[in-house]
Structures are given as C-alpha cells and as structure tokens.
C-alpha cells in the first residue's frame, strides 16, 4: 500500500531561518505523482507543487525549494528566509491514479514561525 | 475563475438527522473525490467518483453515500450522522494528470 511519512509532527522557527519539512514515501508503482499542499490558518488547501516519478529535478520558486531524491524515496520541501506568513499546516502527498486521482496524505507537519 | 464550491462551510447537527454536503467544480474534471480531515491523521479519502454514475469507496466510506448524477456535481451524504464524524470535509476534482483542486472545507459538529 502505498504511504507517506511526515515525521516533523511540529516546528517552530524565528522569523528569516530556514527551513526543511521532511517527506518520505513508500509505493510499488513506476509512475506516480508528489504534491505539496499548505494549509494557512483560515484551513483551505493551497497547492504548492506536483512533480512526477520521472521528474528528479529540483525546482526552486521564490523562497519556496523542493528535493526529489527517488533514491530514498523523499520529497523535502525547504523554506528559505522563513517568514510569519508561512505559519500552516504542509501536507506532502502522493497520488493513485487507479483511485480516481487519489491523493494519500501525509500526517501534515505544523510550522509555526515567530517574529 | 476554476473553482470547487463546497456547502455549507460549517454545519452542527444532532446524532442520526441526515444531512448532505453539496460539492460542484466548474472544470469539467472527470474525477472527483471526498475527504475527512483529522487531527494526525492528514486527510484520508472517503468515496471517489471516476465520472459519471461511477462511484466508488475510498479508505474510510463507513457510514457515507455519494451519486455523481452529473459530472460537476458530487454531494456527500450522511443517512445517520453519528459524533465519530465530526470532523473537517473536503470535495477535491482533478483531471487525469492535474494537481487536485480542493473545495474550502465544511466543518461538521456531530452532538
């Protein structure tokens, strides 16, 4: 079955720190997708990126990173110069396409950054 | 504008009054899927719909109908609400290789 471990339950940082929320998977298919999707305060689901099974560029967004590394099966997302605004709820999930696109989620990692 | 219209946002109501929870995207997205969020356990789905009058359990659908009746709509139904489904609930549609775009969330108190 397919799985996604989000180890980091919480962390807190102080305003222009960097940080990695870290990301592991578990799956048998080949192809796959991986999302990362934030959740502010206000509780909607905000997407940040989709990378595929075949993709292990890292790609880089503003302040917003990710590293793809199939290799160990991870998808760490990394906020640099972190700012209050960023405080959330981040969830990485993997998606099933034989279940109607279906998306497994982590346990979602709560960021709290102070000024 | 591309959106998933979720109704009502927050709703409580008592043990066993059934209620349905609307959902409607303006995509024309074949999929179409519920979840139920929950403190440390992320978001887990409940039904899917893959489209049309095809409809389907995901990993928690005890306790739950759906009908995709048309392609933009997939109301979420609960015959007999019970308190162990309060919970915070989440239309999602997406197409074949698109990220899934998510409704703004309904919020259900069970007492």
């Known amino acids: 079955a397919q799985k996604v471990t989000q180890a980091q339950t919480e962390i807190s940082v102080v305003e222009k720190e960097d940080v990695t929320l870290d990301c592991v998977y578990e799956?048998?298919?080949?192809?796959?997708?991986l999302f990362w999707y934030k959740q502010p305060p206000s509780g909607e689901l905000v997407f940040l990126i989709r990378?595929?099974?075949?993709?292990?560029q890292n790609e880089i967004s503003g302040r917003y990173s990710w590293n793809f590394q199939k290799s160990t099966s991870s998808f760490n997302f990394t906020i640099t110069a972190s700012q209050v605004v960023d405080s959330a709820v981040y969830f990485c999930a993997l998606s099933e396409l034989e279940y109607g696109n279906k998306l497994v989620f982590g346990a979602g990692t709560i960021l709290r950054v102070k000024s | 504008e591309a959106q998933v219209t979720q109704n009502p946002r927050y709703l409580i109501t008592v043990t066993g009054k059934k209620l349905t929870v609307t959902c409607s995207q303006n995509?024309?997205?074949?999929?179409m899927s519920w979840y139920r969020q929950d403190p440390g356990l992320g978001l887990r789905q409940i039904y899917y719909s893959m489209n049309v009058e095809v409809t389907d359990k995901g990993d928690v659908p005890e306790g739950y109908k759906v009908s995709r009746k048309e392609k933009r709509n997939f109301p979420l139904i609960l015959e007999s609400p019970s308190p162990n489904q309060t919970s915070l609930y989440f239309c999602?549609?997406?197409?074949?290789?698109?990220?899934?775009?998510f409704g703004q969330g309904t919020r259900l108190t069970v007492v």
């Open positions: 990378r595929n099974s075949f993709d292990e």
């Open positions: 995509m024309n997205h074949e999929y």
């Open positions: 799956t048998r298919d080949t192809t796959y997708y």
């Open positions: 999602a549609s997406s197409g074949e290789y698109t990220e899934a775009f």
